[in-house]
């Protein structure tokens, strides 16, 4: 009977082992097939250009411009217009133009093909405008 019960204790002991080292296998196999697809540097290029035309009406202003998260302008603004071009770098996109002064957000959702966009400002509020490319 004992000789019965260790031959038992071994096999449970080999099954859990192979057990263990097939989910090891499986968990190895999907992080390199995971690293694997993003190591490839595959960077996805977007059509389109967005003109920013800043107006002169901002003079003396203190200005913040962003496309999604990304900072494209900080700056008192002088007399002249200021007109910035982006290349299109995401899906979607959104300007905010942020008076520094007040921390006032203006935010306006982009075309996705790339636009002209024209930003003034009249009575003390921030308007902008967009034209198809």
Same mark, same amino acid.
């Given at each position: 009977?004992? =000789?019965?019960?260790?031959?038992?204790?071994?096999?449970?002991?080999?099954? =859990? &082992?192979?057990?263990?080292?097939?989910?090891?296998?499986?968990?190895?196999?999907?992080?390199?097939?995971?690293?694997?697809?993003?190591?490839?540097?595959?960077?996805?290029?977007?059509? &389109?250009?967005? @003109?920013?035309?800043?107006?002169?009406?901002?003079?003396?202003?203190?200005?913040?411009?962003?496309?999604?998260?990304?900072?494209?302008?900080?700056? @008192?603004? &002088?007399?002249?217009?200021?007109?910035?071009?982006?290349?299109?770098?995401?899906?979607?996109?959104?300007?905010?133009?942020?008076?520094?002064? @007040?921390? =006032?957000? @203006?935010?306006?959702?982009? =075309?996705?093909?790339?636009?002209?966009?024209?930003?003034?400002?009249?009575?003390?509020?921030?308007?902008?405008?967009?034209?198809?490319?």
């Amino acid at each position: 009977m004992r =000789n019965k019960s260790i031959n038992s204790n071994k096999q449970f002991m080999i099954g =859990n &082992g192979l057990l263990a080292f097939g989910v090891f296998f499986v968990v190895c196999l999907f992080l390199y097939l995971g690293f694997r697809s993003r190591s490839k540097g595959e960077q996805r290029a977007f059509e &389109g250009v967005y @003109t920013v035309e800043i107006a002169s009406g901002f003079a003396g202003d203190s200005l913040s411009v962003f496309v999604n998260d990304s900072l494209l302008m900080n700056r @008192t603004m &002088g007399s002249a217009d200021v007109t910035l071009q982006i290349e299109r770098f995401a899906e979607e996109s959104v300007l905010m133009v942020v008076d520094n002064r @007040t921390e =006032n957000i @203006t935010p306006f959702n982009l =075309n996705p093909k790339g636009s002209k966009v024209s930003v003034s400002k009249r009575n003390g509020k921030v308007f902008i405008e967009e034209e198809g490319n």
